[in-house]
């Protein structure tokens, strides 16, 4: 079934049509009989030694198998190195070995093999909105007509290091993803991606220099009167003149927008309360051309860059901390690289292609995983006892406990359903209740389930699982 397939990773390794590049079966996690790594294993590999009972299943998501007839010290390992292009929606991570072939001078090549691709991506986004509608329930809360409540002091110290709570998150989630890997995986080396942008000339359009630098392109110039100049005395939404014009945001500030030039324009007193707090593609989802014309004015938010850059430093002391030693490279070589194997552009063929490959003597990328392993962050649930209203309010209590019959949110589960309509045998995620009527996602949709009919295969991780297919379009050859 498509559900098992995407929990326990093994998939289609087929390869694409119309293609006959280096593409390749992800492979297998394998760990020895002390529970320590070896290296992976081909999924045809791994059958064979489940059905031999040479093997037994460690874990479904990411799939590894145990050994059970062999120590690490009796097996041959050549390592693996690890590297990592990180996002700010979205991290690629792969599992790469390199082999000497030799080339087409009859001299050795040192070739690189992706075994392995993952995907992480991150929820920064819901941890921004939640922290945003908490903070806009207590604003609420304290500017009603109610008990007075004082604000916090603005004088409060934060320690050193300290990250918004969205970008801790990316750096957190990033780095346990990386340590997973060590631990299932003989990582010998950590390779990652460290890109450094100037928000300041992208905010600007251009190189800058000197003084433009210190003081900012705009210094000593009025808003207002800036607008005036470049857009006319003319409303951006309804195109009328010769009327008194207000400073609106494209993107409302009461939904996160900034007081950007870029994000400024005129408006006439009746559309910019028409408007309002509305985003932009409602207000004008009847004048296109119109819509068009403002977007093309608007440089895009700078949040994705801005984000990168707080976070780099941290991510890369974190990943020092794991035990490999930690090598940062510069995004132009990952491009460079991945140009010039014909690799379409992911976050997963990014990773594949950080780092140092002698192109120049033969080296290439020769073999690049068919699946990829989708991480998707899902947090382990809220702290939160009551259910509030939309004035933030409580509204009504929750349960005191997260685990009813012994199972809790997120648990990977195999169903058997003797009789029904869902009669069968199901893998999934559940959604615990208390009354024990648990609810499992099937790839046909939501299913109700006795907790009596449930086996545990594996505890919820705050992660959810599953696969995709990776887009290439490699030239390369396929070795193995």
């Not at 801790?168 to 450094?196: G, K």
Request: proline share 6%; aromatic share 6%.
């Amino acid at each position: 079934m498509a559900a098992e397939e995407a929990e326990n990773g093994s998939g289609d390794a087929s390869t694409p049509p119309g293609y006959t590049g280096g593409v390749g079966a992800s492979r297998v996690f394998v760990l020895a009989k002390d529970r320590r790594p070896l290296m992976p294993c081909h999924p045809a590999r791994a059958r064979e030694l489940l059905n031999s009972g040479r093997a037994v299943v460690h874990r479904h998501a990411p799939f590894t198998i145990r050994l059970k007839d062999r120590t690490r010290a009796e097996s041959e390992i050549d390592g693996v190195r690890l590297r990592i292009d990180p996002g700010s929606q979205g991290t690629g991570f792969a599992l790469t070995d390199e082999k000497t072939e030799t080339g087409k001078r009859g001299d050795a090549v040192l070739v690189r093999r992706g075994l392995m691709a993952a995907e992480l991506r991150h929820r920064g986004e819901q941890i921004r909105h939640c922290m945003g509608q908490r903070a806009g329930y207590r604003r609420r809360r304290r500017s009603a007509n109610l008990r007075h409540r004082a604000p916090r002091s603005d004088n409060r110290t934060r320690p050193e290091g300290w990250l918004a709570p969205s970008l801790r998150h990316r750096v957190d989630t990033t780095i346990s993803l990386a340590h997973r890997f060590c631990r299932y995986a003989p990582v010998t080396e950590i390779h990652v991606e460290s890109v450094a942008f100037d928000t300041h000339s992208m905010s600007a359009g251009k190189q800058l220099k000197w003084a433009e630098y210190r003081n900012g392109t705009l210094a000593g110039t009025d808003a207002r009167a800036f607008l005036l100049a470049i857009r006319g005395r003319v409303c951006a939404y309804c195109g009328v003149t010769g009327v008194p014009l207000n400073i609106d945001h494209i993107h409302p500030s009461s939904r996160g927008g900034s007081s950007k030039i870029s994000n400024l324009v005129l408006a006439c007193v009746p559309c910019n309360q028409a408007k309002g707090s509305k985003p932009i593609d409602v207000f004008l989802a009847d004048r296109p051309e119109r819509l068009a014309e403002i977007r093309a004015q608007n440089r895009p938010p700078l949040r994705d860059a801005a984000v990168m850059n707080s976070t780099r430093r941290q991510l890369i002391e974190g990943l020092g901390a794991l035990g490999p030693p930690v090598h940062a490279w510069q995004g132009l070589r990952t491009q460079r690289n991945r140009t010039a194997m014909g690799l379409d552009k992911t976050h997963t063929t990014d990773a594949l292609a950080v780092g140092e490959l002698d192109r120049e003597n033969g080296g290439q990328i020769v073999r690049v995983p068919a699946r990829v392993l989708v991480v998707k962050a899902t947090g382990r649930g809220s702290y939160a006892r009551t259910t509030p209203d939309r004035f933030g309010f409580p509204r009504l209590q929750r349960a005191r406990t997260k685990e009813h019959f012994g199972y809790v949110t997120g648990d990977l589960v195999r169903a058997t359903l003797p009789t029904g309509k869902w009669a069968g045998t199901w893998n999934g995620r559940i959604s615990v209740r208390a009354r024990g009527q648990h609810s499992l996602a099937t790839p046909t949709g939501r299913i109700n389930v006795s907790y009596r009919n449930l086996r545990l295969l594996q505890r919820g991780d705050g992660y959810a699982y599953g696969t995709r297919q990776e887009p290439v379009s490699s030239p390369s050859r396929k070795t193995g």
